[in-house]
Structures are given as C-alpha cells and as structure tokens.
C-alpha cells in the first residue's frame, strides 16, 4: 500500500516558478515507478511525465522538458515537480500517481496508487 499526498501548490505570476512535493508512505517507494499529471479547468486529466524508481524521467510534451523538471528523492520517499517560467496555461490541479513496477502509465487511471492533488494557478 502507497499513501501520497501532494503540497506545494499555490498562486503564481507568470514567468515564476514553484516546486510540487509528492510524499509517499509506505514501504515499497522505491519499488514504486511515479508520474505527475494534471488537470487543467474543464479538461482531462493529462501526463506531464514520468520517474522510474531507479530515476529515469520521460516527459509527454516535449514543450516541458525545458520548464519541468521530475526528480525523486527514495530516502525522503518524495518525488518533485520543479516548474519555471510557468504560464497561464500550465493552470490546474496537480496529481501524483504510483504503480509497481519499471515505469508509470501515461493514462493516469492504469497507475495502483494517486493523490488528492494541488492546485496551481498561474496569472497573466
């Protein structure tokens, strides 16, 4: 069993930047691959990217690769999100997810485990 819980969320003017924070509980984390991915207002929910649980990172949007970057931390049971020059569009509710295995499913349903999220709202 995987317990996260996502924090670091906030509002933010465009062009700055935040790190989201995914703490995992349980004893099996660094097992676990872990992705981020979020649901903008009125969308799907959709990937930002990926960690495999030895710290291989796949993104979905090529376009995030300059601003986002994934990293995890298997001491501190914690994965991050470190976002610059963010942007209006990159407004939404920020979910972590876990699954067993070498790497986490970009359709955020087929992962084991999820968290309630965070909100991150980007002003123009």
């Known amino acids: 069993q995987v317990r996260l819980v996502e924090s670091g969320g906030g509002l933010v003017q465009g062009g700055g930047s935040l790190r989201l924070t995914c703490t995992a509980s349980g004893r099996t984390f660094s097992r676990h691959a872990l992705g981020w991915f979020r649901q903008p207002p009125g969308k799907e929910i959709e990937f930002v990217g990926g960690?495999?649980?030895?710290?291989?990172?796949?993104y979905d949007v090529d376009s995030l690769k300059g601003r986002f970057t994934i990293s995890r931390d298997n001491a501190k049971n914690t994965m991050y999100l470190q976002m610059n020059n963010l942007k209006p569009d990159d407004t939404a509710v920020y979910y972590c997810?876990?699954?067993?295995?070498?790497?986490?499913?970009?359709?955020?349903?087929?992962?084991?485990?999820w968290g309630l999220g965070t909100q991150v709202t980007v002003s123009s």
């Open positions: 960690i495999g649980w030895n710290g291989g990172v796949t």
């Open positions: 997810a876990a699954r067993a295995g070498a790497i986490v499913r970009p359709n955020y349903y087929d992962n084991d485990y």
